[in-house]
Every structure is written in C-alpha cells, then in structure tokens.
C-alpha cells in the first residue's frame, strides 16, 4: 500500500489529475486529438506502426455504421485507425465485435486503448496499447517547438506514467476480492481521489468477461454501480416479464425474483421450497427483502472467493433452477 500512496501523491501534484477526473476517458482522447493539430504523424506513431502521410484526418468520437451495425470510437484516423480507449472498464468482446463490424471488411486498424491491462484477456483483431505504452512514446519535442505546449506535454507524459503505476499496484486477480468489505483501506485510498467507482466497473467487468467463458445456463449478465458498490446481475427470464436470479453486491449473494407480482411469486417459491430459502428471516423477521414492488431478494454472506469457486456456486444455483424449471413456471402468479 506504502507504493500506492508514493503514486497518488505524484498523481495530486499535477494539475492535469484535476481535469481529468472531470471526464476520464473524455480528457485522455481529447489530449490526444489535441496532440494531432500539433503533429499528425508523431500523434498516429502512439497508436500504429502504419507508414502514414501527413494527409491524414483525426476525428473525435467518430460514429460509424454498416447495414445493422453502428458504433462509436473515441479517436479515429480516417480509413487508417479506429481507437477505442477505456479508463474506467474492460469492454466486452461483443462491443469490439460491433465496432469492428461497423467498419466493413476494411483494412483499418482496430486498437484499443487501456489505463489497465491483464495478460488473461484477449480481442481478437485488435491491437492493445497500454497508456504506459502511451506514455513511453511520447517525446515532447517532437510535437512542437512551442516551450509551453511542450511543457504541458511532458507533464501528460509523466502523468500518463503515473496512471499506469497506479493501475500496476492495483493487482487484477481471478478473485472477487474488490468489495468494500473486503478492502476498506484501499477504498479509503482510491475514494480519497475519485477513482473508487472506477475501481468498480473495472473488476466488475474483468468478472463478467472470465464468467462468460464458463456460463452454461444462458444467463444474461451486467454490472452497475449503487452507492459506490459493484452490483452484479445474473438473469434468467421465465416468461411474461417474470425473472430470475443471483446478484452480488458487496459481501451479499443475493437470490432474487422480478416481476409484477414479484411478492406473491417469491412467497410461491418459499412456501414449494424451490430457490428460495424458506428459513430465510429479514428485517421484522420477513421472508424476503425487497427494492420497491417488483424487485424480491433472499441473501447469504460471502467473503473472498476465487473466480472459480464462485462461478461454481452460480452455476450450481442455475443448474438446481433447471431441474425444476417448471415447478417453478407454475409458481409465477396469474395475471
């Protein structure tokens, strides 16, 4: 932790941190873009080792589509270079796919941008470059003889870098080991400089990726974030609206049921013994808690598991509702 603090105290000390917390992502493309007005080709040499001209065009947030497909790139180098850039998360394959489909069969240059990075994933057809990458490339003279725009780079450079040491000490392991509960200093380190929720989203998402290699029950998943906690859902859909499933927040492993009649459902369940628990006692004692009317939960406590044992214990509850799909079909109250 002591390399942490060594690293956030470099991070405070330049004025650029401040303007990026503003935006993230947003003030990284935006820098770079900037960049190119300055010089086009030593801009392109960050992200390609394509031989380019000096007649190349950057656009920002260039949106692009091709028949059913459409996307959005941050940074786009026309008919060169597409650059996806994430600070804040991993995307998924299907979001890179999207992109990449929305270009046509073209010989552009997929790359994805990253403040974080983790040798267990991989995109296909897409070149990953590291903002340490980033910032060992830049060479400041190069840009411009402006002593002042030269300045300002070299602090990006080196703020870059400390990003990157940052994210470096911030260890991605197969393990839901990010919860609040679970790591309160470290909370207390990354909330002090607004990078928490990002913290979130990024081991929120990492999950996601390795639990659809494993995801045998054709679950829908997402992540979102509430109260500066990863809320992470697991899905599956009966019928007329009626779901469903796991959800892990913090050290909760919840079991939970979505529909209009979401109470009566659960007390269906509770009272035939399938998927919920029917020694389950909340706040006043009741069976189920709940988020407004359709929303019902049961949860047990969960500490430290690795990305395998957890995904068994999501599996195995998906599997237990399988077996007795249509036990529990009929327990869905008629309209």
Do not use: C
Request: no cysteine.
């Amino acid at each position: 932790m002591n390399n942490i603090d060594t690293t956030i105290e470099k991070l405070k000390a330049s004025p650029l941190f401040y303007l990026f917390l503003s935006s993230r992502e947003l003030f990284h493309s935006n820098f770079w873009f900037w960049l190119s007005t300055l010089n086009k080709i030593e801009t392109a040499k960050l992200f390609s080792d394509k031989t380019l001209n000096n007649d190349i065009t950057f656009k920002r947030e260039y949106n692009q589509s091709n028949g059913e497909f459409k996307a959005s790139v941050d940074l786009y180098v026309v008919d060169k270079i597409a650059i996806e850039n994430k600070v804040k998360d991993f995307p998924t394959s299907a979001q890179l796919e999207r992109i990449k489909h929305s270009f046509g069969k073209t010989d552009i240059e997929f790359v994805l941008t990253t403040l974080f990075w983790t040798n267990d994933l991989f995109f296909e057809g897409w070149t990953v470059k590291t903002y340490r990458t980033i910032s060992d490339s830049i060479e400041p003279n190069k840009f411009t003889n402006d002593t002042y725009y030269q300045s300002l780079i070299s602090d990006y450079k080196q703020f870059a870098f400390n990003l990157s040491e940052l994210s470096k000490q911030l260890e991605i392991k197969q393990e839901y080991d990010f919860a609040i509960s679970l790591n309160k200093v470290l909370y207390g380190k990354l909330n002090e400089i607004k990078l928490w929720e990002g913290y979130q989203k990024l081991r929120a998402s990492h999950l996601l990726i390795h639990f659809s290699k494993s995801n045998s029950h054709n679950i829908t998943t997402a992540y979102s974030i509430n109260n500066q906690k990863a809320t992470i859902d697991f899905v599956l859909d009966l019928q007329d609206g009626y779901k469903l499933g796991v959800q892990i927040e913090d050290i909760q492993y919840r079991k939970f049921v979505i529909g209009r009649k979401a109470g009566k459902f659960a007390e269906n369940l509770i009272d035939s013994n399938l998927f919920l628990n029917n020694t389950f006692s909340g706040r006043g004692k009741k069976p189920y808690l709940n988020y407004g009317d359709t929303f019902k939960y049961q949860y047990e406590k969960i500490e430290r598991l690795t990305f395998n044992d957890l995904f068994e214990k999501i599996n195995n509850d998906f599997q237990n509702i399988n077996n007795e799909i249509d036990n529990i079909k009929e327990q869905i109250p008629s309209s």
